[in-house]
């Protein structure tokens, strides 16, 4: 069972925007690029959307500005709080990946940035597999997190970071449950989903992955 990681949410839901600007040095490098990063993952979506980890609602604005209408579910109250600030319209309800009130509609798309980390692979697995079930047929899930090519990779870059004196940044990929993209595409393809990967930054990639038909 993956950690319970409300309290430091909340306490950094009063700062988390200056975060994605720059404002810590020590996450610069995991935020760059991070407006075009909910871009690509707006771009990808269609329909009726639920959306995982709100946050403050960063990219549950821009979808909403594509149009979309959108189902937020947030663990954070103190996040909720920011994202019901900024968005008073858009329904976020509480709960997490895995456990959350059902939405009235089956989804076209499933969203989620910087958060999907926060499970287990095992979790990851179910959390995949709970979405293949409520999905429309011929829906999607569009993710964008830290990932990496293998463990090798990931294991330079906590180096670097120690390297770099970013210790809170080093702890971070060393007690989250940051994974591999070949972990990610096996889960996604044992639960009838084919998917691509595409680098935004040194550490986020974006997951597009559709649902197969019957005769793919
Ligand atoms: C780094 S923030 C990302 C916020 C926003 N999605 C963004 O891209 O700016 C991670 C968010 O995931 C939420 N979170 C943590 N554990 C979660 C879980 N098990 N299920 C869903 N969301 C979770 C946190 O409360 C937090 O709001």
Known sequence: MAKDFNQLFDAWSN???????????????????????????????????????????????????EG???????????????????????????????????????????VSTYAFHHLTDEEKSRAIALYSDILNETGKIVF??????????????????????HNRLAEDLQTEYYTTIPVLQEIFEENGFQVTFTQMNAFVWVMDAEKRRENQ
């Open 68 to 110: 979309f209408e959108i189902y937020g579910v947030e663990p954070s109250r103190g996040m909720r709080n920011k994202a019901k600030e900024k968005l008073p319209h858009v329904p976020v309800v509480e709960g997490d990946f895995l456990t959350f009130p059902m939405p009235e509609e089956h989804p076209d798309t499933i």
């Open 15 to 65: 700062t988390y925007d200056q975060t994605v600007v720059g404002g810590d040095v020590e996450y610069k490098e995991v935020f760059a690029h991070y407006e075009q990063i909910l871009d690509e993952v707006a771009k990808k979506s269609k329909g009726y959307i639920v959306e995982f980890g709100v946050g403050t609602g960063n990219l549950t604005e821009k979808l909403l500005k």
């Open 144 to 165: 964008a997190d830290t990932v990496f090519i293998d463990e090798e990779a990931k294991q330079a870059i906590i180096k670097e970071a120690l390297q770099n004196n």
